[in-house]
């Protein structure tokens, strides 16, 4: 499992492969599993959703063979409709994300030698693709990954960046118009086939992160942090993670388990960053500068609602965050029985 969304603290949805998707209503105790009709060859590699009823799940796989593919349910997962597919040749999908209800992107690998973008302006219904001349140029071998659905990330209105990898360096694009125009910037994380950036992450307007590292290296001791203080048009290399090695995603969790929904003000300092990836989980207290470890459960993707968070990754693994201090022995992840 890779895809993962807590809507809420006791909400949370899952997407994996063979066309599952999983649910929890109640903090994680129970989980509901829903297969998806006609998505049993499918690998669902991002999910967003909105409530406890309505949810959009995307499916990563050659568009040749039929796996480039979005469905949304309405009815808390006990039907789909399918809202999106292709078989244009080189389309493969890697990562979804909304800006509000009814506006949201969704990114493919490139074709054509560019990023392949598609954008919805009603609530994930219908999608459109972007034109081609709009579209992001790539360099050779330029690729995105779809490893935790979070190569791709909204931030504010009409915000949006793009990780990538595969080609000689890891670059950042970024628009500020939903997706209509973009800029790119170069970045010091290293690169290659197998490595790049794998998940963004951004706390504020100016300030955010990138993890990535080379997902056949694993536990490879390379620097696998980057930091942006300008809204992404630089960024800096930072200290790595550890454990060392890949991280897939990145989250955001607040301190307070007060009404982390807007009634109740958050300092914007009382957070902690959380990473995660094969080689296990990394927690940072100064915004990414310096990490501590977290386990070694290989949690591919991370989803935080205000200070509960939920991990998954292979073989069924669920994991549950409660609670970070900034003492050690306070640290707690709980592994959900799935």
């Known amino acids: 499992m890779r ?31 829903y297969k998806v009709s006609g998505a049993d060859s499918l690998d669902f590699r991002d ?23 979005i469905y949304k349910t309405e009815d808390g997962g006990e039907s789909w409709k399918l809202v999106y597919q292709t078989t244009q040749n080189g389309v493969f999908l890697d990562g979804i994300d909304f800006w509000d209800k009814n506006k949201g992107i969704c990114l493919g690998d490139p074709t054509q030698g560019r990023l392949f973008i598609l954008t919805t302006e009603d609530g ?47 670059r950042v694009f970024r628009t500020e118009d939903y997706g209509q125009s973009w800029q790119v910037s170069s970045t010091p994380l290293p690169a290659g086939p197998t490595a790049g950036i794998f998940g963004l992450r951004f706390w504020s307007k100016k300030n955010g992160i990138a993890v990535g590292g080379d997902y056949k290296k694993t536990t490879d001791s390379t620097q696998n942090v980057l930091l942006t203080t300008d809204g992404g048009i630089t960024w800096t290399l ?85 609670k970070i201090s900034s003492k050690k022995k306070k640290k707690k992840l709980v592994l959900v029985d799935q």
């Open 3 to 33: 895809a993962v969304h807590a809507v809420s603290p006791t909400i949370c949805w899952i997407g994996g492969t063979r066309g599952t998707v999983l649910k929890t209503t109640n903090g994680g105790h129970t989980w509901t599993t």
């Open 124 to 170: 994930g219904n219908s999608w459109q693709e972007l034109p081609l001349d709009k579209r992001p140029v790539a360099e050779p071998g330029e690729a995105c990954f779809a490893a935790s659905g979070t190569s791709i990330l909204t931030n504010g209105k009409g915000v949006a960046f793009i990780g990538t990898g595969g080609s000689k360096m890891a």
């Open 47 to 69: 999910i967003h959703a909105f409530d406890k009823q309505v949810a959009i799940a995307m499916s990563a796989g050659e568009s040749e063979t039929d796996k480039a593919k």
């Open 238 to 322: 930072s200290g790595m993670t550890k454990p060392t090695g890949l991280k897939e995603s990145v989250a955001i969790y607040h301190k307070t388990n007060a009404t982390w929904n807007g009634d109740t003000q958050i300092r914007s300092d009382n957070y902690a960053l959380v990473s995660s990836g094969p080689s296990g989980n990394s927690v940072s207290l100064d915004r990414g500068k310096s990490w501590i470890s977290l386990g070694t459960e290989g949690f591919h993707s991370l989803s935080f609602a205000g200070n509960v968070g939920y991990g998954v990754g292979a073989n069924g693994l669920i994991g549950k965050i409660e």
